[in-house]
């Protein structure tokens, strides 16, 4: 099966900083890798994805390279704000539609 | 219509009571989901369906039964829980080939 590695485990960043989360995985058949923002108490959320035809993807403040041979893929915050405080999944899916997510990262930015 | 729609939020059992666990979404995809988070963990996968069938079960014990009556609906029947079991069990959907699942709010299990 798919098993995903996290890695920072916790990020401490000063506002407007950037923050970078890495992940890597096992399955070379795994095509899609989602990254989610979870609020305490709240449900994960997805906040970009990259598919495996293409090497990096952004979304205003978000971005994320993904490199199929080496097998990882990271998630850059830049120009981080307090509401960016948050732990993040990074996850990718095994056959029958399995997603595995990384361990997460806690991201604490700080004003 | 985005959203994956959970009853209820929040749920209190004892061990020996049964109830159930609710999740509609109507954004016409066919893979349903359901996780359990514990508190500073990830998600962990318990059971997949695709096209209304049972196609993944994690090994979860028999003490959770998932239901699918219909491709929007997505239930959990829970009988004779532990208190370890209690957690955040959140139902999610995805549209089978894509990929992207979308999660709903979550019930809030406590087993007293």
């Known amino acids: 099966g798919e098993n995903v590695e996290q890695h920072p485990s916790t990020l401490s960043v000063q506002e407007g900083d950037s923050a970078v989360i890495k992940c890597t995985y096992s399955?070379?058949?795994?095509?899609?890798f989602p990254w989610y923002k979870q609020e305490l108490g709240k449900r994960p959320q997805l906040i970009i994805d990259i598919r495996s035809n293409v090497g990096e993807k952004k979304d205003q403040r978000i971005a994320v390279t993904l490199n199929k041979t080496a097998k990882h893929f990271s998630l850059h915050i830049t120009e981080t704000q307090p509401e960016d405080s948050a732990v993040y999944f990074c996850a990718a899916p095994a056959a029958g539609n399995k997603l595995t997510f990384g361990g997460g990262t806690r991201v604490l930015v700080k004003p | 219509d985005t959203e994956v729609t959970q009853t209820p939020k929040h749920l209190v059992m004892g061990m020996t009571n049964k109830k159930s666990l609710k999740c509609e979404q109507h954004?016409?995809?066919?893979?349903m989901y359901w996780y359990k988070q514990k508190a500073k963990k990830p998600p962990e996968l318990m059971f997949v369906?695709?096209?209304?069938?049972?196609?993944i079960n994690e090994s979860v014990p028999s003490r959770f039964s998932p239901e699918c009556p219909n491709s929007s609906l997505l239930n959990l029947h829970l009988h004779a829980l532990q208190p370890e079991d209690s957690a955040l069990y959140l139902c999610a959907s995805s549209l089978l080939r894509e990929g992207t699942a979308f999660f709903g709010q979550g019930t809030r299990l406590t087993v007293v």
């Open positions: 369906y695709s096209y209304e069938k049972l196609s």
């Open positions: 399955d070379s058949a795994s095509n899609y």
């Open positions: 954004m016409g995809h066919r893979a």
